[in-house]
């Protein structure tokens, strides 16, 4: 039997607000699941949109990217622009076909220990319902094998047979 | 001095890569005192089968345009890459799927649907659509086979240059023949082109970019000196490959972004994200996205000319039904 789906999660958490938080989270003894991979960043604006589209090109089934609230920013405007961005994105990844829970912007402060867990429940939930995510190397793959067996349109009228 | 061999041919493009060639004007004619063609579709009348009688290895050069969508692309792709010394990919569509490559957007079968059914300028109430192999009386008639995706040059047969533009300009175009001409060739995978981008070489006044919102070409007339990202256009200099000579920029053209990314981009679109979100001068959540909702289609936009060697390379799943073409309306 194959072993139950366990989402990979991929957590871009900025150093002042939503690592502390997840922080606080693990120091308080928060439970929420494990599958979240959380990397620290200085700053939510630091996240280029390309460290989405490769977690998600290299197999990750979500990506949670988190900041400091709005006005709080460390450095002023940071996440302003992570909110932009986000929301450029997020426009691209539906024409790219990725469904809208895979990818999420949160804001988390530092005292947000418990939110912070319960977003994360709440994430892998939702991508679990999702299903796996197939990295690009693995979904062209698949592709370049059916390269030789192409696509046959289906059978129409006109000329004399097809046999 | 033996004479350069040569080769060119044509896959899935527009044909404006040939063009650019014969662009070079009278220099076609140094190209002609310093080369032998063997293949060239547009130009001249060779058949397949005179280049599958050459030896392995005898064409010196190969450009080949076009990005591959089909059986007969990938098999002249991969005779030519047996006869020839040096592959070149030729213009953006070879480099990097170009236009062809935004039909990753949508499976093989809604391509199909769409050509043969759906356009408005369709009438075909049988529902004919092309056939790969179908007996008439005369004998049997072919057609190549449709690809499920379009590739670049690169991910069907081994390429060691890079030239491109939507069409590579003329300069670029000799600066290659000339490399090559005089054996000075860079090491393979070079692309010829700058090291860096558009913005970088950009005659244009930069000043603070900062703007409300967008708009697209045919809604405004550019200012001429002003940076055109400053006036609202979303121009792909900050994220593309410059070397191109600013040809788009200096016609009042934003750019289009066909040089493809520079060395240090995985994926243009991601870059063009990240450039526009930054310059988004609001703070208020609601202005935003009122603001981002001008841009109509950033999958269409950003990866015009690249979709096919982006981090995803193409749509992970088919369309849905009732989804508009590019599957979203701006501002939903």
Known sequence: MMAAFEPKIVGILCNWCSYAGADLAGISRTKYPANIRIIRVMCSGRVDPTFVLQAFAEGADGVLVSGCHPGDCHYQEGNYKTYARAEILEQLLEQMGIEKGRFRLTWVSANEGEIFASLVSEMVEEVRALGPFRPTRERFAELQATIGREVAPAAGAGGEGND | ?332
């Open chain 2, 1 to 332: 001095m033996t004479k350069l061999k040569l080769a060119f041919y044509w896959a899935a493009s527009c044909g404006g890569c040939d063009v650019a060639v014969l662009d070079i004007n009278e220099k076609i004619l140094d190209v002609a005192a310093l080369a032998d063609i063997y293949l060239w579709p547009i130009a001249m009348d060779f058949k397949y089968k005179d280049v599958q009688a050459l030896d392995d290895g005898f064409i010196d050069v190969c450009f080949y345009n076009g990005a591959v969508r089909n059986t007969e692309q990938r098999e002249i792709a991969e005779l030519l890459r047996q006869k020839s010394k040096v592959m070149v990919a030729f213009g953006s569509c070879a480099c990097f799927g170009g236009i062809p490559g935004l039909a990753n957007l949508y499976g093989p079968q809604e391509i199909l649907d769409r050509v043969y059914q759906e356009t408005p300028s369709t009438v075909n109430p049988e529902r004919v659509r092309p056939e790969t192999n179908w007996k008439v009386k005369e004998g049997r008639l072919t057609l190549p086979g449709f690809f499920s995706a379009v590739y670049p040059l690169s991910d069907i047969v081994q390429v060691e240059y890079y030239v491109p533009g939507c069409p590579p300009p003329v300069d670029l175009i000799l600066r290659a023949v000339q490399a090559i001409a005089t054996g000075k060739l860079p090491p393979p995978g070079t692309v010829f082109g700058s090291d860096k981008t558009v913005c970088d070489t950009c005659p244009r006044k930069k000043e603070e970019k900062k703007v409300k919102g967008f708009k697209r070409p045919h809604e405004v007339i550019p200012e001429a000196e002003k940076c055109l990202l400053e006036q609202g256009l979303i121009c792909l200099g900050p994220a593309t490959r410059g070397g191109c000579g600013a040809r788009c920029i200096e016609a009042n053209m934003p750019c289009r972004g066909c040089f493809g990314p520079t060395d240090r981009v995985l994926d243009q679109g991601a870059k063009m994200t990240a450039a526009l979100g930054g310059m988004i001068s609001s703070r208020n959540e609601t202005e935003v996205r009122a603001a981002l909702a001008t841009i109509v289609d950033p999958a269409g936009t950003f990866y015009r000319f690249t979709l096919s060697t982006s981090l995803l390379k193409g749509r992970v799943r088919p369309v849905e039904k009732g989804c508009p073409p590019g599957g979203i309306v701006a501002g939903s």
